[in-house]
């Protein structure tokens, strides 16, 4: 399930520096380029890319020109590339976001949940895609209680003879939809194949808050938020209106900064160190590609 990879230029003149939090403890500096996860490690790394609008779509189809919404994905994937995360969750992917991806030689080595050719239309179901440095077993999308098409997608990855399984998600995103993000919680945490005590991780868009009412549901308990283990005292917003004005533009009225994204991890699993992918210094700063931050993750492996 290799994705077929065709040569394109991903540092384009003028492409905003992105940072991504080194792995050190909470009160130390973000660093530009943090080295590889401790030898016995994995990486991973969940974002919400921002869907490009519905126009920008079509002018990419038609093949007029490069809107903004492309060039915003050439940098997000820019900054993925140099985190070097061994497996990666995208949410909101579309046709043109999926192009790149397959066109890109970075993800040459990488397996994809969903394949489509640089020049089909297709996107992935729910907009979920995750990239894998190492083989996939099984994929498998999940219908959730849902009006706008909310689903589920979770892959079996082989590592070093040892299976890990890998679910992403994007909840309701309305703030009043609180109702629907519960009964999807509740659907995820009634999957069978999500193991809370062995080798799983749950990444993604919850759509909530810490200070949110889903956060105190009782449904996931049993998994490990990742943020609130490793760095308790860092409010860790992903969805931050001062600092990223693409989420200022994107937010709903009155909607505050919140931690969107979130790692869960099974018992089993013990993470090392945990971060964001934020805006950083020097030309572009303030120019994030998506509405949301990156979070990543460096977990313990073999467990």
Known sequence: M???????????????????????PAE??????????????????TWNVLAPDLWE??????????????????????ASQRLRADLVAFQEVTGPFLRLVSTDPHWRTYHATFQATPSAGAEPPGGLLILSR?????????????????????????????????????????PEAMTGRVRQIQAVAGNRELDSRRRTLIVGDFNHGD???????????????TWLLLRPDDAGLTYDVERNPLARAQAFTNEPSRRLDRILVSSDLTPL??????????PGAGRPPSDHFGVWVDIAWPP
């Open 134 to 174: 190492h083989p996939l077993t099984r994929v498998h999308y999940q219908k959730l209680p849902s009006p706008t098409g909310r689903t589920l997608l979770s892959a079996r990855i082989a590592i070093d003879g040892q299976d890990l399984t890998l679910a992403t998600l994007h909840l309701e995103s309305l």
């Open 273 to 282: 160190a945990v971060g964001l992918v934020t805006p950083g210094p020097g």
């Open 57 to 78: 779509v079509w002018v990419e189809a038609l093949g007029w020109r490069e809107t903004s919404g492309v060039r915003r994905a050439r940098e997000l994937l820019a």
């Open 2 to 24: 290799l994705l077929a990879m065709g040569l394109v230029v991903i540092l384009v003149t003028g492409c905003p520096e992105v940072l991504v939090d080194a792995p050190t």
């Open 28 to 45: 130390a500096p973000a660093a530009p380029l943090p080295e590889d996860g401790p030898s016995g490690s994995l990486r991973v790394l």
């Open 211 to 225: 200070a949110d009412a889903e956060q105190r549901l009782p449904h996931l308990a049993e998994w490990r938020d």
